[in-house]
């Protein structure tokens, strides 16, 4: 038998919301790099303020920037402790009920790793900078980028639009480190 | 309106400038934009996403975005396509930066799906002729069967409920033996195999049917006639029915999230 060319609506609508290459497609916040816009026929029915709850950003206009930038100065620091790179990502849930991906923003600052969300304002996951090893993960998701944080108490998922920055911004910070207190920082790739 | 953004349609292998015509999501003019050997298929839009809260509207975007990589693949063979609504932010210049950025991902993939597209395929049963069928190469149950028609009423009654049950869960076990058993003869044949999840949507003339398993094959051009004869002696079955449809642009296929 030879292949149709047919497809109803209901197939097209599949492939082309469901399937086809993505582009960081709800990872928008990026250090460094091309900002690329990408949102889901399902996300258009939420609001502007969800959307940025759940890290679907729709737009790059002030509000939106000035909303993200906030979050900044209210993340809870050390004294002399300074955030060196911000990005949209989420973290792995697996304990409990519900497995799932929690949004945030990960901050590596001079001294941690945070996920620091801005409702309600907390600090979801922290780790010291120290004996901290970063791993890349095979993909469950087409679009998630995965890590895993391997420090002296257990492990971590995470997932970031762009895995090299933040490994970059690791090992960037590490040597830093490692010249001042003779500390060294993993990274494996 | 400024237009200072690129919604990206798919990336094709391809070195040339060249123009596809006002094909675009609300008639935009589609155009590449290429980088070495490779080109993103694109149309200027303002940076930010398409959304609208009319279903009809949206359905429309979405179906001149499938036509523009239809076309694209007419044009350049194999394309990377890309979901409905990425948009990149920034002139045809960033578009290009972006090109030479993921060149070797992009490359790769292009490499990887060379002379080859996406098929769907669907195999339906008649439920009822399959459970037949069960029935018929069952002995103990055919035995059963024979037994009830000789008792009481009321004992017949719950033994048939009993009948029916065992005989339900032997044709599931049988509808699941079979999908393993088409998985294997087709699986060979393709590069790449995926169980797609179940559709909402069953054609017409397979509303009374069962679904049986549904695949999403990345085939290569020359193994598509094999695989039609293949398909056509499943079809060929008693019971037995086969949708084949393509070819696609590899929507199930395509990666470009590094590897590992």
Aim: net charge negative; hydrophobic share 40%.
């Amino acid at each position: 038998m030879n292949p149709e060319k047919e497809s109803c609506l209901v197939e097209v609508l599949d492939r082309l919301l469901n399937k086809g290459a993505v582009l960081n497609a709800d990872l928008i916040i990026s250090v460094a790099g091309i900002p690329l816009i990408g949102v889901t026929l399902k996300a258009m029915i939420a609001g502007m303020e969800t959307m940025l709850e759940y890290g679907i950003m729709e737009d790059w206009d002030k509000s939106s920037r000035e909303l993200y930038a906030s979050q900044e100065t209210h993340l809870p620091l050390f004294p002399g402790e300074q955030i060196l790179y911000k990005a949209f990502g989420y973290l792995r849930e697996d304990e409990g009920l519900i497995k799932c991906w929690v949004p945030g923003i990960w901050n590596i600052t001079s001294h941690r790793v945070i996920l620091w969300v801005k409702t309600p304002g907390k600090i979801l996951f922290e780790t010291p900078r120290e004996n901290l090893r970063v791993l890349r993960v095979p993909a469950s998701h087409e679009v998630r980028k995965e890590l895993e944080l391997i420090y002296p108490q257990g492990s971590r998922r995470i997932s970031l639009s762009d895995r090299n920055e933040f490994e970059e911004a690791l090992a960037g910070t590490a040597e830093e480190r490692a010249a001042k207190k003779g500390s060294e920082l993993l990274i494996t790739g | 309106m400024v237009k200072e953004a690129r919604y990206l349609y798919s990336v094709a292998r391809t070195g040339h400038i060249a123009q596809l015509g006002s094909i675009g999501i609300q008639e935009n003019n589609v155009y590449i934009v290429p980088y070495k050997d490779i080109a993103a298929i694109v149309h200027a839009c303002e940076a930010k996403p398409y959304r609208t809260e009319d279903k009809k509207l949206a359905e429309g975007w979405v179906l001149e975005h499938s036509y523009v990589i239809d076309q694209a693949m007419k044009m350049f063979g194999t394309v990377l396509p890309f979901s409905f609504d990425v948009i990149i932010k920034g002139d045809d210049d960033v578009v290009k930066e972006w090109l030479c950025r993921d060149y070797e991902n992009l490359a790769r993939e292009l490499l990887r799906m060379q002379g080859t597209a996406e098929y769907s395929i669907q195999i339906y049963c008649d439920y009822d002729y399959l459970e037949k069928l069960v029935l018929a190469n069952n002995q103990e149950l055919c035995d059963l069967k024979n037994r009830i028609e000789k008792e009481s009423k009321g004992k017949a009654y719950l033994q048939r409920r009993n009948l029916e049950l065992k005989l339900k869960s032997l044709t599931y076990s049988e509808t699941g033996r079979l999908a393993d058993q088409f998985c294997s003869e087709i699986k060979p044949l393709v590069k790449e195999l995926k169980t797609a999840g179940r559709t909402s949507w069953t054609p017409e003339k397979y509303r009374d049917k069962k679904l049986l398993a549904t695949y999403s094959c990345l085939v290569s051009d020359e193994a598509v006639k094999k695989l039609g004869e293949v398909l056509e002696e499943i079809n060929g079955k008693e019971g037995f029915y086969v949708r084949f449809t393509g070819p696609w642009a590899p929507f199930s296929f395509v990666r470009l999230s590094e590897a590992g």
